[in-house]
């Protein structure tokens, strides 16, 4: 527990620090960051309103690199921490995919893919997930050693048997 709020002070420490600077440089993907350290931390509320400001920020400030991965956090969070709001955690993730698919980021449509395609696995909707993330983990023809393309193989032999 004491390594998770040193963690946290240190991230909301460079937080600061990077802000004094007044940088604009990529301030979306170190809002990510200080969100998942809070998340991590177990600052839930904190990580969520976190994104909502990065998602805010990229809108105001045109910052897209890192948008669909901003969708996907809030919609596996809301689906970890908030189960009420289960259709705003799927609408997340289509808007992730979405994003990703109109700036040609096969790996990031792959990580919201499966995650979208994990909701639907636990409401019960099998085919529907499958279809979704087949195609997608088919478009690869290497790195299949990485995190997201293991957990996408291991999810596609779940919703085969």
């Given at each position: 527990?004491?390594?998770?709020?040193?963690?946290?002070?240190?991230?909301?420490?460079?937080?600061?620090?990077?802000?004094a600077?007044?940088?604009?440089y990529?301030?979306t993907?170190?809002?990510?960051?200080?969100?998942?350290?809070?998340?991590?931390?177990?600052?839930?509320?904190?990580?969520?309103?976190?994104?909502?400001?990065?998602?805010?920020?990229?809108?105001?400030?045109?910052?897209?690199?890192?948008?669909?991965?901003?969708?996907?956090?809030?919609?596996?969070?809301?689906?970890?921490?908030?189960?009420?709001?289960?259709?705003?955690?799927?609408?997340?993730?289509?808007?992730?995919?979405?994003?990703?698919?109109?700036?040609?980021?096969?790996?990031?449509?792959l990580?919201?893919?499966?995650?979208?395609?994990?909701?639907?696995?636990?409401?019960?909707?099998?085919?529907?997930?499958?279809?979704?993330?087949?195609?997608i983990?088919?478009?690869?023809?290497?790195?299949?050693?990485?995190?997201?393309?293991?957990e996408?193989?291991?999810?596609?032999?779940?919703?085969?048997?």
């Amino acid at each position: 527990m004491a390594t998770r709020e040193a963690g946290l002070a240190l991230a909301r420490k460079g937080w600061a620090d990077w802000t004094a600077t007044r940088s604009k440089y990529h301030e979306t993907y170190y809002l990510a960051l200080l969100a998942q350290t809070c998340e991590r931390a177990d600052q839930t509320d904190e990580a969520l309103d976190l994104v909502e400001t990065a998602l805010a920020t990229a809108d105001r400030m045109g910052e897209r690199w890192f948008e669909a991965e901003l969708h996907r956090l809030q919609g596996e969070w809301l689906v970890a921490y908030r189960r009420k709001e289960r259709q705003r955690s799927e609408a997340c993730f289509h808007r992730a995919i979405d994003v990703a698919r109109s700036q040609d980021a096969t790996m990031l449509e792959l990580r919201a893919s499966t995650s979208l395609a994990r909701l639907w696995r636990d409401q019960a909707k099998r085919t529907e997930a499958r279809n979704l993330l087949a195609p997608i983990y088919g478009w690869f023809t290497e790195g299949f050693d990485t995190p997201d393309l293991k957990e996408a193989k291991a999810l596609l032999d779940e919703l085969a048997s």
